[in-house]
């Protein structure tokens, strides 16, 4: 399905729509993010060794990477209104699920229902942005939407550590679950997918025009510049804000739950503040967007290894200097999407954008998963009593995942300048 064009939207409605896709995009990072702050309580109530709690977020992210591609395809032939609404109803069971789970299987297919709610979500709203408004505010609304939902980690930190303390983890969840309940009503009544359009139904595909169509987005080398970028920006910010940010915090640099709360709505904070910045950025200097992904990587690299190479503690300061520019790398993903937008024909970008968003996420699944078993095998015995030489150890795999996308993005980066600079010379002749 190609995004309706039209010449001007109703404003009012368009405002609406695009509100209401937000606020079930803040709702899938809230549920993505709402293990964060119980990873130990997790540890505690299932028995489990540091892999098999690594093990929730993995899962949830594997699950959210595979259906990337085919949640793009859904996009196109059922239309971002049909596709939002049913993840936002498997999110809300898949969380009353893990508030009643009593056993480590029960509460993974929990998380794995979260993973497949969760990939339901932005894509449709990428897909509204572009359908509802015009091309030049694209890129802007683009960061503005996704800083917005990142807010639903904020949510996910010091609200859900007071929910745990209150009303205990089935208490916590299920209130969790009602929210999602209640914004998806919302959505019922106010999401169209397009101006004078509630449902729109596209063409049904034939596997053969599903994977030309996959061939050709892959086969961009803008696509694939976009999918570096996503890759390299997002796992670090990833890995602290969905599971290990709160025990790093507390058992690997001795901070209180309170001050691992507040760092963790600190990495949030930083996401919100950056993300219209560099969407104005981007819509400015559209030919310098990898430039701007590689400055941003530098600096977390950078900040990462003056905080491991610190001797004993890392100062607080050095800390939240940490989450501001870790957090930046959320947004800094979002150029990916911009790239593969502008490297793509309006009938791939579902497609595309699927593509893409697996990058980052791909990148999340691995580090979560290392850190998890680097903690097991550098700390002695079982249980969650990491320390802070294992949390070193778990940390600086980060390194070796910056080094091949930074390789990966260069590399892509030369080519897609090429196909570029070739296609602004081809309009320039025929203008």
Not at 51 to 72: D, E, I, K, N, S
Request: positive net charge; proline residues 5%; hydrophobic residues 55%.
């Amino acid at each position: 399905m190609a995004p309706v064009s039209i010449p001007s939207p109703p404003r009012a409605a368009a405002w609406a729509v695009w509100g209401s896709a937000v606020s079930l995009y803040l709702l899938a990072v809230f549920h993505r993010s709402s293990l964060a702050v119980a990873g130990l309580e997790a540890a505690e109530r299932f028995d489990i060794t540091a892999a098999q709690l690594a093990t929730f977020t993995m899962l949830q992210l594997l699950v959210y990477a595979l259906m990337q591609v085919p949640v793009g395809l859904l996009v196109d032939r059922f239309g971002p209104r049909s596709v939002i609404l049913t993840g936002a109803l498997v999110m809300t069971v898949a969380q009353v699920g893990f508030a009643l789970a009593d056993s480590f299987v029960l509460a993974l297919l929990a998380r794995t229902l979260v993973g497949i709610g969760d990939a339901m979500t932005f894509i449709c709203l990428l897909r509204l942005v572009a359908t509802w408004f015009p091309p030049r505010r694209i890129p802007f609304l683009t960061q503005v939407s996704g800083t917005l939902g990142q807010s639903g980690a904020i949510l996910a930190a010091a609200p859900m550590t007071w929910a745990f303390g209150a009303l205990g983890w089935t208490g916590a969840y299920l209130l969790a679950a009602t929210i999602g309940s209640v914004l998806a009503l919302g959505g019922a009544v106010l999401l169209r997918d397009a101006p004078g359009e509630r449902h729109h139904r596209g063409a049904v595909m034939a596997w053969v025009s599903v994977r030309t169509s996959l061939r050709a987005s892959w086969a961009h080398p803008g696509t694939r510049l976009g999918f570096w970028i996503h890759f390299t920006t997002q796992f670090s910010a990833t890995a602290l804000g969905l599971l290990w940010g709160y025990p790093f915090f507390v058992r690997g640099e001795g901070r209180t739950p309170g001050e691992a709360g507040l760092l963790l709505t600190l990495l949030v904070v930083a996401v919100i503040l950056a993300g219209p910045v560099l969407g104005w950025l981007v819509g400015l200097h559209p030919w310098h967007r990898s430039s701007m992904a590689l400055a941003i990587v530098g600096s977390i690299v950078v900040v990462w290894t003056a905080v491991l190479a610190w001797p004993g503690e890392a100062p607080f300061g050095l800390l939240v200097l940490l989450v501001f520019v870790v957090g930046v790398g959320g947004p800094a993903s979002m150029i990916g999407f911009d790239v593969g937008r502008t490297a793509n024909p309006s009938e791939r970008l579902a497609s595309s954008t699927g593509i893409i968003n697996v990058g980052g996420f791909s990148a999340s699944l691995v580090l979560v998963v290392a850190i998890g078993l680097v903690l097991d095998w550098r700390t002695p015995g079982t249980g969650s009593d990491y320390t802070p030489e294992a949390f070193r150890w778990a940390m600086s795999v980060q390194y070796l995942l910056w080094a091949f996308g930074v390789t990966q993005l260069v590399r892509y980066r030369r080519r897609a300048r090429r196909v570029f600079d070739r296609a602004a010379l081809q309009a320039a002749v025929r203008g």
